[in-house]
Nanobody, 128 residues
Framework: VQLQASGGGSVQAGGSLRLSCAGSGRTGTTYSMGWFRQAPGNAREFVAAISWSGSNTYYGASALGRFTISRENAKNTVYLQMNSLKPEDTAVYFC??????????????????????WGQGTQVTVSS
């Protein structure tokens, strides 16, 4: 699976951005998708994930109530709508595909080890 993230940029606090992640390869395989982020000096942090059907979504604490993950399987694309952005949301955002692991709904905490393929990351900068 090849993943290409886009949509990052610079925005003022309170603003919005929508990230996109286009996937290719492994046609006919269903898999969950997710977003993580990593700020300088920090570990990669789970942001949100979505099941293949889109009926199940999962959010990290920092994303709850502000971010929304969605997907369009016909376009092999997953989105992350980010609203009410804060300076602490500044990070490189990565999309990822969970192809081989368990159903994300069955794991106690979603981490990077549940994902098998990663995009290159897109920078999000939020200024105060």
């Amino acid at each position: 699976v090849q993943l290409q993230a886009s949509g990052g940029g610079s925005v003022q606090a309170g603003g919005s951005l929508r990230l996109s992640c286009a996937g290719s390869g492994r046609t006919g395989t269903t898999y969950s998708m997710g977003w993580f982020r990593q700020a300088p000096g920090n570990a990669r942090e789970f942001v949100a994930a979505i099941s293949w059907s889109g009926s199940n979504t999962y959010y990290g604490a920092s994303a709850l109530g502000r971010f929304t993950i969605s997907r369009e399987n016909a376009k092999n694309t997953v989105y992350l709508q980010m609203n009410s952005l804060k300076p602490e949301d500044t990070a490189v955002y990565f999309c990822a595909a969970a192809v081989y692991g368990p159903d994300l709904g069955s794991v106690p905490t979603i981490t990077t080890r549940h994902f098998d393929y990663w995009g290159q990351g897109t920078q999000v900068t939020v200024s105060s």
